[in-house]
């Protein structure tokens, strides 16, 4: 079932938290709204499942207005930043809670809730309490709760930021697996960019009570519109130039770089001065003195050094001088004990593909 958000407008005295924002959603779409803390996008959320009614604009649901509908009558799922469980109730008197509210009768009930928990490899817990569960089966009792009323919209405010860094992404799966299992519409909330590229259909970032960017997530990765958007879904390394006249390329102080087929110039004109960036991964450091370039990459014209290193394991990381330029960072995929000490210098190439632009 689609949702609609039309020009939405919220705000809270003098302060506007929302402005102006419209979002469609397909059915079965998983949608998510990104952005950091106070840009809109939990109050966008409470909006929706009905938590906060005093608003301009609109918010439909299969073209139905829902002004004035109360929480309880949307039919909507909601799984909460702090899961919400009753501590005195058992995992299956949590999760059949919303069913005695809507009055369904004792067998189906006791169905549903089965089905609910097996989606949620919950079997088998019915008679524990959220107590003596951890984290992450807590967080799988909120989930079946929300699925086992069969909701038209999941709604999910944050729901693995109190995870550790193992158990979020195995829930990451789970919530796949579940979404592509009942094909509900879902607006899911989050700061995490991770969560929102791996998972989402489509995806908006919001900044201060708008909408900055939406599209898919590989789309917007690799050509935000915008600044604000490119730096805040991962670190970009910058240089500034002059646009071409055919607009596919820009002369910088490191060497004139070819914009990727999809780069969003329609902005610039030819001649204007633009910011073009590349994300650490499309960078490829060597050692100064190695003159080979890889095919598929090009190397800057300009003097680079390691600033210092951060090595992650399975990466490192890399902050990089260019001379006259703002610090890059690269991240190297290393084997053995190869890697660049602080202060060496090195050279560095870009692939081809690698180079967007923001105006």
């Known amino acids: 079932m689609s949702l609609h958000i039309d020009s939405l407008r919220v705000s809270y005295g003098n302060a506007r938290a929302l402005d102006g924002v419209s979002i469609t959603l397909e059915p079965g779409e ?4 990104l952005g950091p803390s106070g840009c809109g996008k939990s109050t966008l959320l409470r909006a929706v499942a009905g938590f906060i009614d005093d608003f301009d604009g609109d918010i439909r649901i299969g073209g139905k207005s829902l002004k004035g509908v109360p929480p309880h009558q949307r039919d909507f799922g909601m799984v909460f930043q702090n899961y919400a469980l009753f501590p005195h109730m058992t995992v ?4 059949a809670f919303g069913l005695e509210a809507r009055h369904v009768p004792t067998p189906e009930r006791s169905a549903r809730v089965t089905e609910a928990l ?15 569960l951890s984290g992450g089966q807590q967080q799988r009792v909120a989930l079946a709760r929300a699925l086992v009323i069969k909701p038209r919209v999941l709604l999910l405010d944050e729901p693995l930021s109190n995870l550790d860094a193992k158990l979020r992404w195995e829930m990451r799966e789970e919530i796949r697996r579940i979404h592509r299992a009942t094909g509900i519409t879902t607006l899911y909330v989050t700061h995490d960019q991770g969560e929102a590229l791996s998972l989402a259909g489509r995806m908006a970032v919001l900044n201060k009570g708008k909408i900055d960017a939406l599209g898919p997530p590989r789309a917007m990765y690799r050509n935000p519109p915008t600044r604000f958007s490119a730096e805040f879904l991962g670190d970009i390394n910058t240089l500034e130039g002059v646009l071409s006249a055919d607009r596919r390329s820009v002369a910088t ?6 914009l990727n087929a999809e780069a969003n110039v329609e902005q610039a004109k030819p001649g204007a001065t633009v910011t073009v960036f590349c994300r650490p991964e499309s960078v490829l450091l060597s050692a100064a003195d190695d003159s080979q370039v890889p095919g598929g990459f090009d190397a800057l014209t300009v003097c680079t050094r390691v ?4 090595f992650l394991g399975g990466s490192t990381l890399y902050d990089i001088e260019i001379d006259g330029q703002p610090m ?3 991240r190297r995929y290393e084997s ?17 593909d690698g180079w967007a632009m923001i105006a």
């Open 336 to 352: 053995g004990g190869q890697y660049f000490a602080d202060g060496a210098d090195v050279r560095v190439a870009v692939a081809d």
């Open 92 to 95: 299956e008197g949590n999760v």
């Open 118 to 132: 097996a989606m949620v490899g919950l079997s088998g817990f019915e008679k524990r309490r959220p107590g003596e």
């Open 253 to 258: 102080c490191a060497g004139t770089v070819k």
């Open 307 to 310: 600033r210092s290193s951060a």
């Open 30 to 33: 998983m949608f998510f709204l």
């Open 328 to 330: 890059w960072r690269v």
